[in-house]
C-alpha cells in the first residue's frame, strides 16, 4: 500500500503542502468505507439468508436483534486501527488520536453487540423453555449487561485519555460509596427479582392488585428495574421491582390455579318480612321442584318433634313451625347445587349475617366453574337476578332505602289525609 501510494498519488502531488497525508487519509477512509459496504451489503444477508433457511430458531432470534450488524461495525474500526501507521506524513498527536478514538469505538460497539446477543439470548428462553414463565432470566439478564456497559465504560475512557484501565480500576476502590448510591435502585431490584423468581412469587401473567402503584391487571413484563402490568382500562402501571417485595400486593393466580373464581353476596331482606308458613302456604310451594323434597323431609322432622312435645304435655307454644326465610334459604342452596356453572366440589353454602340497620343480609357463598372475568360476572349476575325475582314466592322482601320519588308519594298521601277529612 505504501509504494502504490507513493508511485501513483505522492509523486504526482509532491508540491502540494501534507499532499501524500491528506491522499493516505482518503485512502484509508475509503478502504474503511468499502470494507463496511462489503460486510453488510454481502456478508450480512449471505448469512442472514442461511439464518432463514436454517431449521433452527437461535440464529433467527440473534438475526432478529442484530448482533452481527453490531458486529460489523468493528471492521471499518480495525482497518483505521491498523492503517493509521502507514499513511506518510501523521503526526503523532493525530496518529494517537485515531488510534485511540478507534479503541473506544470498538469497546462500545463490542459491549452493545453483547448487550444484543444477551437479549437474543432471553428471546430463546422464552421460546424454548418451559420454564420462561415462571423462571424468566431477564433481570438476570440485564445486570450482566450493566457490569458489560461499565467495563466498556472504563475500557473507553482508558481508551480515550491514553492511560492503562488499571489506573482507573484502582480509583474505584474510593468511588465505592459513590457508586452504591447511585446504584441503590439497581441493587435493590436485583435483590428483589431473585427473591421474586425463587420463590415463585411473581410470572409474566398474573393478575394482582397493588393499589399503593395504581396497578390491577396482567403482568406483561418482569425486568431488574422495572414490572409492567396492563390494567383493565388497557393503561400501563411500571412498578419498581423492589416494591413487590417492601409493600404488599395480591397475586390472583391461586384463584386461576386453584379452578374456582368465589362469588360472596348478600340479599339485604327486610326483617320485618319474616314470618312463619301457613299451612296452605306449605302446599303452595310445593308446586317448586327444587324444594318438594326438603318440604317433606322438614314437615316430618316437625311433626316428630312437635308430636314428642304434645307427649310430654307442653304448651303449643313451644311446637316448631317452618318460616319463609328458611324455606327461601333452602331453594338458595338446591338452586346453586343444580346450577351446571356453579363448581359443585368446592365450598357452597347460604349463611345469614348479623342483623344490620339496613336489613338481614343473607349471604351467597360459592365458586364458579369459569374463572375468566365475563363468564364470572355473568353467571353472578343470573343467579342473583333469580334469587330477587323469586323472592316473593316465599313473601319476603328485599330491604331499600326509601328514594326521593317514594317519600315525595308519602308526603302527597299525608297531605291528602287532612284535605279528605275536611271534606
Not at 465505592?176 to 436485583?190: Q, R, W
Not at 344490620?356 to 369459569?370: E, I, K, N, R
Not at 372475568?373 to 316465599?394: C, K, Q, R, S, T
Request: charged content about 20%.
Amino acid at each position: 500500500m505504501q509504494d502504490f501510494i507513493d508511485s501513483n498519488l505522492v509523486r504526482p502531488l509532491a508540491g502540494i503542502p501534507y499532499a501524500s497525508t491528506l491522499v493516505g487519509l482518503l485512502a484509508l477512509a475509503l478502504i474503511a468505507w468499502l470494507a463496511n459496504w462489503l460486510t453488510r451489503r454481502v456478508l450480512l444477508v449471505v448469512v442472514g439468508r442461511l439464518a432463514k433457511a436454517s431449521p433452527t430458531h437461535w440464529d433467527d432470534a440473534i438475526m432478529g436483534r442484530r448482533v452481527l450488524a453490531r458486529l460489523a461495525n468493528v471492521v471499518p474500526a480495525l482497518i483505521v486501527l491498523g492503517g493509521i501507521a502507514l499513511v506518510p506524513g501523521v503526526p503523532d498527536w493525530l496518529d494517537m488520536v485515531v488510534r485511540n478514538v478507534a479503541l473506544a469505538y470498538v469497546a462500545l460497539t463490542v459491549a452493545m453487540a453483547i448487550g444484543n446477543l444477551l437479549d437474543a439470548l432471553n428471546d430463546i428462553y422464552e421460546q424454548t423453555s418451559r420454564h420462561a414463565v415462571r423462571r424468566p432470566i431477564k433481570g438476570y439478564l440485564q445486570l450482566v449487561k450493566i457490569g458489560i456497559y461499565i467495563i466498556a465504560a472504563v475500557l473507553m475512557i482508558a481508551s480515550l485519555i491514553g492511560k492503562s484501565p488499571l489506573v482507573l480500576l484502582t480509583g474505584l476502590g474510593a468511588m465505592t460509596a459513590v457508586l452504591m448510591l447511585v446504584f441503590k435502585d439497581t441493587i435493590l431490584s436485583l435483590v428483589a427479582s431473585v427473591q421474586l423468581s425463587s420463590n415463585d412469587m411473581l410470572r409474566v401473567g398474573d393478575w394482582i392488585e397493588m393499589p399503593s402503584q395504581n396497578a390491577d391487571g396482567d403482568v406483561i413484563d418482569i425486568s431488574l428495574h422495572t414490572v409492567k402490568v396492563q390494567n383493565w382500562d388497557k393503561t400501563i402501571s411500571t412498578i419498581p421491582t423492589w416494591k413487590l417485595i417492601s409493600e404488599s400486593y395480591r397475586n390472583w393466580r391461586g384463584m386461576s390455579d386453584f379452578g374456582g373464581r368465589r362469588i360472596k353476596r348478600a340479599l339485604l331482606i327486610d326483617q320485618t318480612s319474616v314470618r312463619f308458613l301457613q299451612p296452605e302456604e306449605r302446599q303452595h310451594l310445593r308446586r317448586i321442584a327444587l324444594i318438594d323434597e326438603y318440604l317433606d323431609k322438614q314437615q316430618a322432622e316437625l311433626a316428630a318433634y312437635n308430636a314428642q312435645l304434645e307427649a310430654a304435655g307442653k304448651d303449643p307454644v313451644n311446637n316448631r313451625r317452618a318460616t319463609n326465610l328458611g324455606t327461601f334459604r333452602a331453594y338458595m342452596t338446591a338452586y346453586l347445587r343444580s346450577h351446571p356453572g356453579v363448581a359443585h366440589d368446592m365450598t357452597l353454602m347460604v349463611r345469614q349475617l348479623d342483623p344490620t340497620p339496613t336489613g338481614l343480609p343473607l349471604q351467597v357463598y360459592c365458586f364458579s366453574a369459569d374463572v375468566n372475568w365475563v363468564p364470572y360476572e355473568n353467571l353472578a349476575g343470573d343467579i342473583f337476578d333469580h334469587l330477587l325475582a323469586v323472592l316473593p314466592e316465599f313473601g319476603l322482601r328485599i330491604f331499600q332505602q326509601p328514594s326521593g320519588a317514594e317519600l315525595s308519594t308519602a308526603l302527597a298521601g299525608l297531605r291528602a289525609v287532612p284535605a279528605a277529612a275536611e271534606d
